[in-house]
């Protein structure tokens, strides 16, 4: 017979997701890669130094994602609140998997900075779900709105022959669009100019870092 998790049960749980997202170089994905079936082809020692940079980005994304939506998920009010943000982690686990398939197939590697990241978003998440389950859903609405635009434009940025990255971030692209729509009508609130232009800079941030580090 299962017992309710204790407070220290909880905290083991945390830590044991935060090593897994952060240091784990492959985790299992639930779902396929959307590259597989899609022939791997020539790209020049630019084109794949570059392709793996913005490959390095995503992957961050992901960690920061999984984060995000762990830290709302620790301290939700609802479970049903609680429970759609550990669903749409689930699928965002795919998308790590994803990427650091893909990061090791043009030989690069995730960022250095990932348990940093990974802290950083984690805490985010906690205080935003600490103030009510609304706030912590409309930061899942800007968030994924932000992320969608942001893999538009990878879509242009990564080289046209990178079929198989490009697979990979337009099926992402369209998760995050369907998980900011679940957000949305699950109650989440539009969320004040000055917090969306924090929550850009931030993202702006981390994405010239990571794409180098």
């Not at 079936?37 to 020692?45: K, R, S, V």
């Not at 630019?46 to 984060?67: F, I, K, P, T, W």
């Not at 795919?94 to 802290?119: K, Q, V």
Request: aromatic letters at 4%; proline letters at 5%; glycine letters at 8%.
């Amino acid at each position: 017979m299962d017992r309710p998790l204790s407070r220290l049960d909880r905290v083991l749980v945390e830590i044991e997701r935060a090593l897994g997202t952060a240091l784990d170089p492959q985790p299992a994905s639930n779902r396929p890669s959307p590259s597989i079936g899609i022939a791997e082809t020539e790209l020049d020692d630019s084109q794949r130094r570059h392709a793996g940079g913005l490959m390095r980005v995503n992957h961050v994304g992901e960690v920061c994602a999984q984060a995000l939506y762990s830290g709302q998920a620790a301290v939700a009010r609802d479970h049903k609140v609680r429970q759609q943000l550990l669903e749409a982690a689930a699928e965002e686990t795919d998308h790590l998997a994803w990427c650091g398939e893909r990061l090791h197939e043009l030989g690069d590697r995730p960022s250095l900075l990932n348990p940093i990241w990974y802290g950083g978003a984690y805490t985010i998440g906690a205080v935003a779900g600490l103030v009510s389950d609304r706030l912590s859903l409309g930061f899942v609405v800007e968030t994924e709105r932000q992320v969608e635009a942001h893999l538009e434009g990878h879509l242009s940025k990564l080289p046209e022959t990178d079929q198989r990255s490009r697979a990979i971030v337009t099926q992402m692209k369209e998760d995050e669009a369907r998980h900011a729509a679940n957000a949305q009508a699950a109650g989440g609130i539009e969320l004040p100019g000055p917090v969306k232009g924090m929550m850009r800079l931030a993202a702006n941030v981390m994405r010239f870092v990571a794409y180098k580090i």
